[in-house]
């Protein structure tokens, strides 16, 4: 157990440092959540050495022992999800307030308790240690409820929340994970402490099917909630990139000046943003050189036909007389959505030249 926390400190630091580094470049809620609970992790592996937590005074010994450094992760997983599942800025901040709030008064109470344990010898994984130590078991019990609150409403944002976006299948993988999770913390945290007190030995049995089981299924569903989200934003983005890149090279040699450089390590999806904006200026630019009218017939019901026309006029292929209207996204799409339309028929038209 002790190597695979060494393998755990070492091959986590990288991404420690790298949280850090990307909170200082690109600050947000979200982003100091989510470096929060990656730090806050590290630190509970790291507290979870043998040696280490010998070291440890005997306050925060017990505050270990009482399964205290779950909170900040726990509060910081909850802040992540909140920051985004949650529209109105002044809401959030007031949930952020609250969350931050509760596991302060959950930190403080823990170790006030933990300072009144007489510290039982043994080590930071020997939960029936804790057996006669009455305060310990109170401050065990605190610590999974707050875990399991949290978590439970974890499952309520997820099941509000969860769609076919990146950050939807996030929440799907997060939903999950936290019903998963819920079983080790009730019956690890909470039932466990209890029997062993009562003296009520507990089945094998229970700890095979509502610790061990749900306690393997839940970390790679909190890692793919974690991973899943930005890797397919950045594959979608790379995606829309290489169908807007002939449309912005096409408008870019009309228009030299069309856009500044992107900056070396923008990412893909902030590029999109620019690249769209900037085919969205070209085609209004276009449209002033040719002293096109404001408004005349009306553009082809067929959102296709639309974008097709759109773009023989762009190169000055036979197209119908058209106006600036057209230029306008259909009622059926965003102007982002409108734009990946009108990359799609330039690039469609361009490959059947050749």
């Known amino acids: 157990m002790q190597i695979l926390h060494f393998v755990v400190l070492v091959a986590t630091f990288p991404l420690v440092i790298y949280r850090i580094w990307r909170l200082w470049?690109?600050?947000s809620i979200p982003g100091a959540a989510i470096t929060a609970f990656v730090i806050s992790l590290w630190f509970w592996v790291l507290s979870d050495i043998e040696y280490i937590w010998a070291a440890l005074p005997d306050t925060l010994q017990a505050f270990q022992l009482a399964a205290g450094t779950i909170i900040v992760p726990a509060a910081s997983l909850h802040a992540f999800v909140l920051s985004l599942t949650t529209a109105r800025e002044s809401f959030l901040r007031k949930g952020i307030?609250?969350?931050t709030g509760s596991a302060l008064l959950t930190l403080?109470?823990?170790?006030?308790i933990s300072a009144t344990a007489t510290i039982p010898d043994g080590s930071p994984y020997a939960i029936g240690t804790i057996s006669n130590q009455t305060p310990l078991i109170a401050a065990t019990i605190i610590?999974?409820?707050y875990a399991a609150a949290i978590f439970a409403h974890l499952i309520l944002l997820g099941l509000r929340t969860a769609d076919q976006s990146p950050a939807g299948k996030g929440m799907r993988f997060l939903t999950a994970a936290s019903v998963f999770q819920l079983f080790p913390v009730i019956h690890g945290g909470i039932w466990t402490p209890l029997a062993l007190h009562l003296a009520k030995p507990v089945p094998p049995s229970h700890y095979l099917l509502f610790q061990i089981a749900p306690g393997l299924a839940a970390p790679p569903?909190?890692?793919a909630a974690i991973i899943w989200p930005p890797w397919e934003t950045r594959?979608?983005?790379r995606r829309e990139l290489q169908l807007l890149a002939p449309l912005h090279r096409a408008l870019e040699a009309q228009f030299p000046?069309?856009?500044?450089?992107?900056?070396r390590g923008t990412r893909a999806s902030e590029r999109v943003y620019e690249w769209t904006a900037q085919i969205q200026d070209g085609l209004s630019l276009t449209a002033q050189h040719r002293n096109i009218p404001l408004d005349t017939t009306q553009p082809p019901a067929d959102d296709t036909e639309h974008a097709e026309a759109i773009i023989n006029w762009l190169r000055e292929e036979s197209a119908p007389a058209i106006s600036e209207a057209w230029l306008n996204p259909p009622p059926?799409?965003?102007g982002a959505q409108w734009v990946l339309a009108l990359a799609k028929a330039h690039l469609h038209a361009t490959t059947a030249m050749h």
């Open 257 to 263: 000046d069309l856009g500044p450089p992107t900056p």
């Open 97 to 99: 307030r609250v969350i």
């Open 332 to 334: 059926t799409m965003t």
């Open 143 to 145: 610590t999974h409820a």
């Open 25 to 27: 470049l690109h600050p």
């Open 108 to 112: 403080t109470v823990v170790l006030l």
């Open 221 to 223: 569903l909190f890692l």
């Open 235 to 237: 594959r979608n983005a």
